[in-house]
């Protein structure tokens, strides 16, 4: 259906002559336009639903009694479902820290919620197909997961400012008890709001993959970036860590990486190295977090995103 | 009346002064429209920014906004 109408598009009313280079890409730019399109504003929508189940609160009250590893893996889960705004990791950090969290339980939290989102899983389904998504999906948790056991096991709580400890605010907030109705009026709102940041972006992206699906030769940097060069992970890695952007605003740069012929495993740990460390996140943590405890948090992840996309390039 | 917006200062948190100084005018209360940005103030009502206090009351927390005429609802109520 989608692919007569867009095909219609480009050959009866733009009058495009068939099997072009220009052709095959505005072709490919509707099709995928609008593709991803639905499926963004239908995930977003359902995704919302469960979040609004999870307030912050919720989920504090779920972690506080976990101890780790268990507590690091549902951390790691909840950090996709709780909505979150990076400007809230600072009361967010300090209410888990007073409900008893362990500091590794909260970074899984931390590590994954910016990571592994809905826009990012439909984007990656949209272009990449499932397997990618999953395995996306997959092993951000676990970086997730394996980050926040480790900042649990060096014992860091020394480094989190003093005041945070200070805090006691006894039973906690109120959660407010929803409607049916009212959930869906907040995934409403919620998509509408998600989608009016990103349009751009995505517009790019698939601008970005139109052109250089009709145009770019295939493996064209393949020769510098390939599965061939061993130290294409690390210096992926090392230029993503202080790039920033959200999961949106890197898919048009990976898109591109990938079809220029970049292996799977590089442009994944790219992407996790933009979406989960970022210089302004850093920033708003350094208001409960000392300079070594960020560094280790930064040191860690790096580490861990470099394995990760070893282990894809070797698996994919 | 007493009217709080609480935000470390993210575009979020500018976003919903905003509205709420839009609010106030619209409904033209006399309130005073109050940006909290002390995190020990801020974790007294939630841990969601941006977020809204009327009169001691916590009438909206996190993303995303409320829209004008819901702020304005949330306003009235308490007066």
């Known amino acids: 259906m989608l692919k007569i109408f867009s ?80 400007c809230s990791a ?38 990449f197909g499932w397997k990618v998504t999953a395995i996306y999906i997959g092993t951000g948790l676990l970086v997730a997961v394996f980050g926040g056991i480790i900042i649990g096991k060096l014992k860091l709580e020394k480094w989190v400012e003093e005041y945070v400890y200070t805090f006691h605010n006894g039973q906690g907030y109120e959660i407010t008890k929803l409607t049916f109705k009212e959930r869906l009026q907040y995934a409403k709102d919620s998509t509408a709001d998600i989608l009016k940041r990103i349009w751009l972006y995505i517009l790019i992206a698939i601008g970005i993959g139109g052109f250089i699906h ?103 | 009346m007493e009217i709080k917006v609480l935000g470390p200062g993210c575009p979020n948190c500018h976003q919903m002064e905003e509205l709420t100084k839009k609010a106030v005018k619209e409904l033209g209360i006399d309130a005073k429209v109050d940006k909290v940005a002390d995190i020990k103030e801020i974790m007294k009502y939630t841990m969601s920014t941006p977020a809204l206090v009327v009169n001691g009351k916590l009438k909206h927390s996190g993303k995303p906004l409320p829209t004008l005429d819901k702020v304005k609802e949330l306003i009235r109520a308490e007066v």
């Open chain 1, 90 to 127: 600072v009361p967010l950090f300090i209410g888990f820290v007073e409900a008893g969290i362990p500091l590794g339980v909260t970074f899984s939290f931390l590590i994954s919620s910016p990571m592994v989102n809905e826009v990012a899983v439909v984007l990656l389904f949209g272009l």
């Open chain 1, 214 to 316: 009709g145009y770019v030769p295939e493996d064209f940097l393949i020769h510098y970036a390939g599965k061939g060069n061993f130290f294409a992970v690390p210096i992926a890695v090392l230029i993503g860590v202080p790039l920033y952007s959200n999961a949106a605003g890197v898919i048009p740069i990976v898109y591109a990486l990938m079809e220029k012929g970049l292996s799977m495993g590089t442009v994944l740990a790219f992407m996790m190295a933009v979406t989960a460390l970022s210089l302004p996140e850093m920033i708003i943590l350094r208001k409960v977090l000392k300079i070594p405890l960020l560094c280790v948090f930064a040191g860690i992840m790096t580490v861990t995103i470099i394995a990760v996309g070893y282990l894809f390039n070797a698996i994919l």
């Open chain 1, 7 to 86: 095909q219609y598009i480009t050959y009866s009313l733009l009058k495009l002559k068939y099997g072009s280079h220009l052709a095959d890409a505005v072709e490919f730019f509707i099709y995928d336009t609008i593709k991803i399109f639905l499926l963004l504003s239908f995930i977003i929508f359902a995704v919302s639903i469960i979040r609004s189940f999870f307030p912050p609160e919720k989920t504090k009250r779920i972690l506080s009694h976990k101890k780790e590893f268990i507590g690091n893996i549902l951390a790691a889960l909840l950090g996709v479902v709780t909505p979150f705004c990076s």
